[in-house]
C-alpha cells in the first residue's frame, strides 16, 4: 500500500485553505491572475483584506501563483 506523497512548499497550505475558505485553491488562483503587475506583498495583502484570508494562506497561494508564472 503506497500512500500519496505529501505536497511539499506553498501547497501544503492547499488542503487548510480549502477547508477554512469553501472555495478552491483554483478560485484563489484566478483571482491573482489580473494582479500579475503587483508585488508580492501587494497580492498578499489584496487576499487578507479584501477575501479575509490569514497571511500564512495568502502568502502561500501568491507564492504558489508566482512560481508558475515564472516557470511557464
Same mark, same amino acid.
Given at each position: 500500500?503506497?500512500?500519496?506523497?505529501?505536497?511539499?512548499?506553498?501547497?501544503?497550505?492547499?488542503?487548510?485553505?480549502?477547508?477554512?475558505?469553501?472555495?478552491?485553491?483554483?478560485?484563489?488562483?484566478? #483571482?491573482?491572475?489580473?494582479? $500579475?503587475? $503587483?508585488? /508580492?506583498? @501587494? @497580492?498578499?495583502?489584496? #487576499?487578507?483584506?479584501?477575501?479575509?484570508?490569514? /497571511?500564512?494562506?495568502?502568502?502561500? #497561494?501568491?507564492?504558489? /501563483? $508566482?512560481? @508558475? $508564472?515564472?516557470?511557464?
Amino acid at each position: 500500500m503506497t500512500a500519496e506523497p505529501r505536497a511539499k512548499g506553498p501547497a501544503s497550505y492547499f488542503p487548510s485553505i480549502e477547508k477554512t475558505y469553501g472555495k478552491p485553491v483554483k478560485y484563489w488562483l484566478d #483571482l491573482l491572475d489580473p494582479m $500579475r503587475d $503587483r508585488t /508580492h506583498m @501587494q @497580492q498578499v495583502a489584496f #487576499l487578507k483584506s479584501g477575501h479575509g484570508l490569514g /497571511h500564512g494562506h495568502a502568502n502561500a #497561494l501568491v507564492a504558489y /501563483h $508566482r512560481s @508558475q $508564472r515564472d516557470a511557464g
